[in-house]
Each structure stands twice: as structure tokens, then as C-alpha cells.
């Protein structure tokens, strides 16, 4: 079972067999997901609806854990204008990277010129197939953003799926709490055991993780084929290595600077990881990163703010994705962008990509909206990626999830919130063992 399940309540777990360790069993699920979908394609195909109910049911109790991790933290805070400078400085943060990101996207294919000697006719593109994501970007304004943060009432924020609601209210509730006192402390206890609760379920379903895992890369594989990643493998190649280049080089300094290892990190985030990798889609594997998080000595509350803004405002993966996609369909068209279409198309993409928090495809139709503003780049040319998405999904996943990481430790260490004796034991792979 995951390391979620030693957390929050119990004594340590008992030494693992390798093979009773997730991030094997997922391996295993999507070696074996892979190798269905490649012999046997429309068996495949039909698997998809294991890996779309295994993060349905991680979605289930996103919220929750979000709401509980959050309001416990706020209302046992000391002084609430803290929670402000978490919020300011998350924010500073996340502007800079995800504009970090989209100037490397930006220059990277400049280099590579991944679309260049295609000379595709624009005309000659169905638009047909991407007139659903072409809808879905009309509907995206920065009003219409501000607007959804705001919930119907209290409680549908915990039943919208939204995020950026749930965390709207949890401050709210909160704040409203630490500012009563020590009268509502029954109730805050209520909510730590409630929490308590919350993350032994979340430890329940990881359980499903390999079959989640299994399902979804059977599906890909089965559905789209292993002809049309070959077919568009430059594109694919570029934007991995170019997300790798990030993880490892900017991350990588990052890290380094604020006294810990990105490599370490990763090995320590393994098993989430390739849950996020398995299932397409960082939300997956939020409440499991809370966890693990907040047992690497990030202060709850900094934890509480910070992950669930970044899953919406720090999407570095989605950001590389977009810059990088439209330079692409724009040199596979012939189109010659000019220095302020390039400027537009970066700062239209900062906009959109606040949008397209973890959910597989989201980053397709953020893609949609970001290129209707820059009208010389064909939104039809959205056809020529289409097939391998799915692919790049993975990848805009697993980066906005490392970059999520990065981002709480960091903040939590600016804030003077970070055990660092805490986090050099999981790093070194010593948390498990520790109790709680």
C-alpha cells in the first residue's frame, strides 16, 4: 500500500516486499495497459472506463481534503495576516515560472522548428474535429474565470468540482473560525478527525491506482495507436525533452538554491508520479501530494494554500505545451509570426492556461482559446496534434505536478514554515518509518 496510508493516523507501517510497493504495481499496470493496447487495439479501446473511474473516484474526495486540510490549518494559525504573505508570495511565484515556462516553450521551438518543411494547407484541415474544443474556448474569459470562483452556496463548493471554489470557501470558513477563538476548538478537533478519515480513504483507493493506470494506458494505446505517436514524434520528442529541460534545469536550480535535491524529490514523489503518468491527469495523485507534503515539513497551512492555487495558477507543463504547439501548427502552415503576434500569443497564454487545472484535455481546448486571439495561426491546424494529445497530456501532467511540488517547499521555506530536518529524512527516504 502507498505511503498515504502512514500519515495522518497510526503507527509505521511494517517493511514492504517489492512487489506489495505501488509504484511497482502501476508499473506493472502500465507496462501491461501498453502492451494490450498494442496487441490487442480494440480491447484497449474499450478500457477506458478504468482508468475514467479511478480518478473519478480520487476526484470524489479532492474536495474534502482540500476543504479539511485548509480550514484546520487556517483556524490553528497564530496570526491570519501570515496566510496573506503565503498567498502573495505563491502568487509572485507562480507568475514568474509559468512565464518562464512559456518563453522556453516559445524558444525552444524557434530552435527545433519542430513543424517547419510540413507544408500543410490550412484549407485542407477539418475543422469538424476540433469544433467542440473551438465551443469550450468561447466560453473561456478572464470574467467568466472570476465568476466561477465564486460558488451557489457553501456547500455546492464542495460538489461543483471546482478547485478554486473549494479553496475560496475553506479560507473563508477558515478565517471565520481563527477570528471566534478558542470557543470553536470542539469544532476544529471534529474537523482534524474528520481529516483523519479522509486521508485513510484516499489511502483505500490508491489501492485501485494499477487497474486506474492499466485502463487509462490501454485505452491511449488501443485508441490512437502507437503509428500516430511515431507519426508526430518529433513534436512529442521536442515537448519532453523540453519539459525534462525545465524539471532539471530551472526546478533543478531552484531547488538547489533552497537547499534541496530535485532528483531526491522525485524519487520521493515515485509513486505519485507515476499515478499522474498512468492516469493522464495530475489530480489524481493532489491529495496524496498534500500528504506527503506536509510529512516532508511543509507547514499545513502553507500546503492547504499553496497546492490547490498552483493546480490552477502554476500549470508549467501546460504553459510549455502551449507555446510550443502553436509555433508548430503555425511553421506546418507557413504562417511567418510576427514579434507582437509572439507577444500576444505569451500573454493570452498566461491568461488561458489559469483554466486548464489537471484535468486530461483541458490543456487541448486552453490551446483553442489562446490561438482564436492570435487569428493568423489557423485554429483547424489543432487537427495536426490531435492524435498524439493524449501523449503530450501525460507530460503537461507530470510537469505541472513537479512543478506544484517545487513550488510548497519553496514558499514554505520563504515563510520560515519548512521543517528541514523533516525534509532531509524524506528525501533520503527515512519519512516511512517514522511515527507519526
Not at 143 to 148: I, K, L, Q
Not at 220 to 238: D, E, H, M, Q
Not at 278 to 283: C, I, K
Request: proline residues 3%; hydrophobic residues 55%.
Amino acid at each position: 500500500m502507498s505511503a498515504v496510508a502512514t500519515s495522518h493516523a497510526g503507527p509505521p507501517a511494517k517493511p514492504q516486499r517489492w512487489w506489495q510497493m505501488l509504484y511497482v504495481q502501476v508499473l506493472v499496470g502500465i507496462a501491461t495497459g501498453i502492451l494490450v493496447g498494442a496487441l490487442w487495439p480494440a480491447v484497449g479501446a474499450s478500457l477506458e472506463w478504468l482508468g475514467l473511474a479511478f480518478v473519478n473516484l480520487v476526484k470524489m474526495i479532492i474536495a474534502p481534503v482540500i476543504f479539511l486540510t485548509l480550514v484546520t490549518g487556517i483556524a490553528g494559525a497564530r496570526e491570519l495576516g501570515s496566510l496573506g504573505r503565503v498567498v502573495v508570495k505563491a502568487l509572485g511565484y507562480f507568475l514568474f515560472f509559468s512565464t518562464l515556462a512559456l518563453i522556453l516553450g516559445l524558444i525552444v521551438a524557434h530552435v527545433v522548428q519542430p513543424g517547419a518543411g510540413m507544408h500543410i494547407d490550412p484549407h485542407s484541415l477539418s475543422e469538424a474535429k476540433v469544433a467542440g474544443f473551438e465551443k469550450q474556448a468561447h466560453e473561456t474569459s478572464v470574467t467568466g474565470f472570476v465568476m466561477a470562483i465564486i460558488p451557489t452556496t457553501l456547500v455546492s463548493a464542495l460538489t461543483a468540482g471546482s478547485i478554486l471554489q473549494v479553496l475560496f470557501v475553506a479560507i473563508l470558513c477558515g478565517i471565520a473560525l481563527a477570528s471566534i477563538g478558542e470557543r470553536v476548538r470542539p469544532l476544529v478537533d471534529l474537523l482534524e478527525l474528520a481529516s483523519e478519515m479522509v486521508f485513510r480513504i484516499v489511502a483505500l483507493l490508491m489501492r485501485a491506482a494499477p487497474i486506474g493506470a492499466f485502463g487509462a494506458m490501454a485505452f491511449t494505446i488501443g485508441k490512437y495507436g502507437l503509428t500516430a505517436l511515431l507519426s508526430l514524434g518529433g513534436l512529442v520528442a521536442t515537448f519532453y525533452l523540453t519539459s525534462l529541460l525545465f524539471i532539471l534545469g530551472v526546478l533543478g536550480i531552484v531547488c538547489g538554491l533552497n537547499g534541496f535535491s530535485i532528483v531526491k524529490l522525485l524519487r520521493y514523489l515515485k509513486e505519485e508520479l507515476l499515478l499522474v503518468l498512468g492516469a493522464s491527469s495530475s489530480e489524481a495523485a493532489l491529495p496524496a501530494l498534500i500528504d506527503k507534503l506536509e510529512r516532508a515539513g511543509c507547514d499545513k497551512e502553507v500546503v492547504g494554500v499553496v497546492v490547490p492555487a498552483g493546480y490552477s495558477f502554476n500549470l508549467d507543463g501546460t504553459n510549455i505545451y502551449m507555446t510550443l504547439a502553436a509555433l508548430f501548427i503555425a511553421q506546418a502552415t507557413g504562417v511567418q509570426l510576427s514579434l507582437g503576434d509572439q507577444l500576444i500569443l505569451l500573454g493570452t497564454a498566461m491568461l488561458t492556461s489559469k483554466g486548464a487545472a489537471g484535468v486530461t484535455g483541458a490543456g487541448f481546448a486552453t490551446l483553442a482559446a489562446t490561438l482564436m486571439v492570435v487569428p493568423s495561426i489557423p485554429v483547424a491546424g489543432m487537427a495536426l496534434i490531435l492524435g498524439v494529445d493524449r501523449f503530450m497530456s501525460e507530460c503537461r501532467s507530470l510537469t505541472n505536478f513537479i512543478g506544484n511540488a517545487v513550488a510548497t517547499i519553496v514558499v514554505a521555506r520563504w515563510e520560515g514554515r519548512l521543517d528541514r530536518a523533516a525534509l532531509a529524512r524524506a528525501l533520503s527516504g527515512k519519512a516511512d518509518t517514522l511515527p507519526d
